[in-house]
């Protein structure tokens, strides 16, 4: 490569270096804070506990816990990480942090390896590291997504470049794993097993598909007979209760907005993909990937159009179209070469100049990501007040700070409330969390509840009968201890037993 080609591509590459180099410092700059950094991040940190308890995560609802929809791998390998380092926030920020590095190091290398070329894997690595500021700065919370999108990754990288039956027999076992970390993975196993059957033909493609169908089915069956039944309601019937009300506007705003608009130039790529067929020994590879690109995006779009769906479910198609960026950048990059140096020259300062100014427009600011100044003493004082009162607490937004209080947490908001959401309802799961919590609320035993809104709660006419607000706030300002992420929300309303 010349002077001036090396040139062209300095700010592209650059750029792409800083992206990570500023995910990398978010990451670290904030992982020991020992609030949520997401308002979910808590009660993930009281799954993991459950299992240092040896408590089954799949039960019965209880105030004492509701699970999650989601499958439970990231929860024991946290476990056996807060083993050594303990539970918290900071320790599954880490196992998060360590995720998205090997899926960053299998992107660079699976990019790298097709298409020869390290420059090329260095700006789809940019890019996807710069979808950082899109994707609800996910890539170190206290969340699973990572996790799954790492290994469902490392499976397409064993079944694109295995070349004995070992390597797909690891790459099955590793879709298995990747779905035991988000249910989102199970359509990828049909884009898996046709590109398999695009690479190696149908009969050797079996022992990638049949070993992920075994593997996959018997974790279900085997979950669901483990937990009496409740693993299926939490991980299977529950997520179906949220529907497509009220989210109308992606149905095209996916598309147009969180696709195109955000991520012109990986989606044109993508489109170009699609629209270069291969023949001869390079049809199978491109079948692969659009496949399993395609259904990337697509897996993103079924779930971004449903109720409860953040900015985290779009990590799947973010993949997805920065695969296709390096891929399609190579091609050209190696049909320019093919026609001389001189179209080689130019090809090189145009796609410079076009990811330089991609990788420029998804540039954001690091700082904004941190806490701010005041959230740490905010919650210290927070936890002090929970520790003065009382018996029992119950702040069901964040049940975490109960415990960090020194106390019992009890069952997480957003759990009772997916849960709640389903209409069918086979083990009475509803009825059981409603006459727990009226009897809880009955009997005062909480001496203190608070709630992060005072009109976002389940149980309004037990909570209006038994309890009063107690007109205070424990936050001195008005702008400290929210989440970096997510909703805006902190535990505001306090609530007292109401005295006959």
């Known amino acids: 490569m010349n002077a001036r080609s090396r040139l062209a591509l300095a700010p592209a590459v650059g750029l792409a270096g800083m992206a990570v180099v500023a995910f990398v410092y978010v990451a670290l700059r904030r992982m020991s804070y020992p609030f949520d950094l997401e308002w979910m991040e808590g009660s993930i940190v009281e799954h993991v506990q459950r299992v240092l308890d040896g408590k089954p995560i799949f039960a019965s609802p209880s105030v004492e816990f509701v699970p999650y929809l989601y499958n439970p791998l990231y929860y024991y390998l946290?476990?056996?990480?807060?083993?050594a380092m303990g539970n918290g926030t900071s320790t599954l920020r880490f196992v998060s942090f360590c995720c998205t590095l090997a899926l960053f190091a299998t992107l660079y290398q699976l990019v790298a390896r097709e298409s020869k070329s390290r420059l090329c894997a260095v700006l789809t690595l940019g890019v996807f590291a710069a979808t950082f500021g899109l994707n609800g700065q996910?890539?170190?919370?206290?969340?699973?997504?990572?996790?799954?999108?790492?290994?469902?990754?490392?499976?397409?990288w064993c079944v694109r470049f295995a070349e004995r039956r070992r390597g797909l027999l690891v790459g099955a076992a590793l879709f298995c794993l990747a779905f035991l970390a988000k249910q989102t993975a199970l359509p990828s196993l049909v884009a898996l097993a046709l590109g398999a059957w695009a690479l190696r033909g149908f009969r050797r493609s079996l022992w990638f598909t049949l070993p992920a169908v075994l593997l996959t089915g018997g974790s279900v069956l085997?979950?669901?007979?483990?937990?009496?039944?409740?693993?299926?309601?939490?991980?299977?019937?529950?997520?179906?209760?949220?529907?497509?009300?009220?989210?109308?506007?992606?149905?095209?705003?996916?598309?147009?907005?969180?696709?195109?608009?955000?991520?012109?130039?990986?989606?044109?790529?993508?489109?170009?993909?699609l629209a270069s067929p291969k023949g001869g020994t390079h049809r199978g590879p491109w079948l692969f990937y659009?496949?399993?690109?395609?259904?990337?995006?697509?897996?993103?779009?079924?779930?971004?159009?449903?109720?409860?769906?953040?900015?985290?479910?779009?990590?799947?198609?973010?993949?997805?179209?920065?695969?296709?960026?390096g891929l399609v950048f190579a091609a050209g990059f190696e049909r320019a070469k093919e026609l001389g140096p001189a179209w080689l020259?130019?090809?090189?300062?145009?796609?410079?100049?076009?990811?330089?100014?991609?990788?420029?427009?998804?540039?954001?600011?690091?700082?904004?990501?941190?806490?701010?100044?005041?959230?740490?003493?905010?919650?210290?004082?927070?936890?002090?007040?929970?520790?003065?009162?009382?018996?029992?607490?119950?702040?069901?937004?964040?049940?975490?700070?109960?415990?960090?209080?020194?106390?019992?947490?009890?069952?997480?908001f957003q759990a009772m409330s997916d849960m709640l959401l389903l209409?069918?309802?086979?083990?009475?799961?509803?009825?059981?969390?409603?006459?727990?919590?009226?009897?809880?609320?009955?009997?005062?035993?909480?001496?203190?509840?608070?709630?992060?809104?005072?009109?976002?709660?389940?149980?309004?006419?037990?909570?209006?009968?038994?309890?009063?607000?107690?007109?205070?706030?424990?936050?001195d300002q008005p702008d400290v201890f929210f989440p970096t992420t997510g909703g805006p929300c902190r535990p505001d309303w306090v609530y007292l037993p109401a005295r006959p």
């Open 222 to 273: 085997c979950l669901n007979l483990w937990t009496g039944g409740w693993y299926w309601y939490y991980a299977f019937m529950v997520p179906f209760g949220h529907t497509t009300s009220g989210r109308e506007s992606l149905v095209f705003d996916f598309w147009r907005v969180e696709t195109l608009a955000q991520l012109p130039v990986p989606t044109l790529a993508f489109i170009v993909l």
């Open 345 to 412: 020259e130019r090809a090189r300062l145009v796609g410079g100049i076009v990811a330089a100014v991609q990788l420029a427009a998804l540039m954001y600011n690091p700082q904004a990501m941190l806490p701010k100044a005041g959230d740490l003493e905010a919650g210290m004082a927070f936890i002090e007040h929970l520790r003065e009162a009382p018996g029992e607490v119950f702040v069901p937004q964040h049940p975490n700070l109960a415990r960090l209080a020194g106390k019992p947490s009890h069952a997480a």
């Open 290 to 325: 659009v496949l399993f690109c395609s259904c990337q995006l697509m897996a993103a779009y079924l779930v971004r159009i449903h109720g409860g769906s953040y900015l985290n479910d779009l990590i799947p198609a973010h993949v997805g179209l920065s695969i296709a960026f």
């Open 78 to 83: 946290s476990a056996l990480v807060a083993k």
């Open 423 to 475: 209409e069918v309802d086979p083990f009475d799961a509803k009825g059981t969390l409603y006459r727990a919590f009226h009897e809880a609320f009955a009997s005062h035993r909480f001496s203190t509840i608070v709630l992060d809104h005072r009109d976002r709660w389940f149980f309004q006419d037990d909570l209006r009968d038994y309890y009063r607000p107690a007109g205070v706030t424990w936050f």
């Open 138 to 156: 996910w890539f170190d919370l206290a969340r699973t997504d990572t996790l799954f999108a790492a290994l469902l990754l490392g499976s397409a």
